[in-house]
């Protein structure tokens, strides 16, 4: 059976507002977050299993490779288990997991990015998030090419990236900046909403990678 669903969500690469760093919905893994409300999707899931892990959050600004590595070590270690998984993430875990199949291809079959910050340094200009890139890498932007998808080869294996057209958190300029881009008319936060035909979306996107044909 394919290991299938390893997914990450974040509140911008920081730890949940309300106090839960790494509580998040059950199927976004490798995961800081900031809806942990949010119910675990189930609709049409059989067949892929799913785990939730989680980074390192530094306490101040810098360590970004902390995150990157820990998500490394994390996909590697599921690597061991059976095939290689299926990555997902959304906004900054868009961000991680594209890294991750750019720099570390080997460790996963594919990547899912939704909504994700593909552009560190256009992310840095409009301030998202009130300083999160600045915060996230401890120094600008342009300091860091090699953490920047923008600055960086598409990955070598499937990918693709989700955005929603009224997204107002991370604009859809910027994946579509990026490359192709399949957008739903939606917000930011849909897509991780089981009760969505967004997220519903991506789920059957992630299992015509996972589950293998019968």
């Known amino acids: 059976m394919w290991r299938a669903s390893r997914s990450r969500h974040g509140r911008l690469w920081r730890a949940s507002p309300i106090g839960l760093p790494g509580c998040t919905p059950a199927w976004w893994v490798l995961a800081s977050g900031d809806r942990p409300h949010l119910p675990a999707p189930t609709r049409g899931t059989a067949g892929a299993p799913r785990d939730r892990l989680q980074h390192r959050i530094p306490a101040g ?12 070590s994390a996909l590697a ?7 290689p998984p299926v990555v997902l993430g ?22 899912l990015a939704i909504a994700p910050i593909t552009d560190l340094r256009a992310a840095e200009i409009a301030d998202a998030d009130d300083g999160a890139v600045p915060a996230f890498l401890g120094s600008p932007a342009a300091d860091h090419p090699d953490l920047d998808p923008a600055r960086l080869p598409r990955p070598d294996i499937d990918f693709v990236v989700m955005h929603g057209a009224r997204d107002i958190r991370v604009p859809v300029t ?19 909403d089981p009760r969505t035909n967004a997220c519903a979306l991506i789920i059957n996107q992630a299992l015509t990678w996972a589950v293998p044909a019968r």
């Open 174 to 192: 910027m994946s579509h900046d990026y490359g192709e881009t399949t957008t739903q008319d939606v917000g930011h936060f849909e897509w991780v």
């Open 61 to 72: 600004p810098g360590h970004p490779t902390w995150q990157f590595d820990d998500v490394c």
């Open 77 to 83: 270690h599921i690597g061991t288990l059976g095939n």
């Open 90 to 111: 959304h906004c900054a875990g868009g961000h991680l997991a594209l890294l991750a199949a750019i720099h570390r291809p080997e460790l996963m079959r594919a990547c």
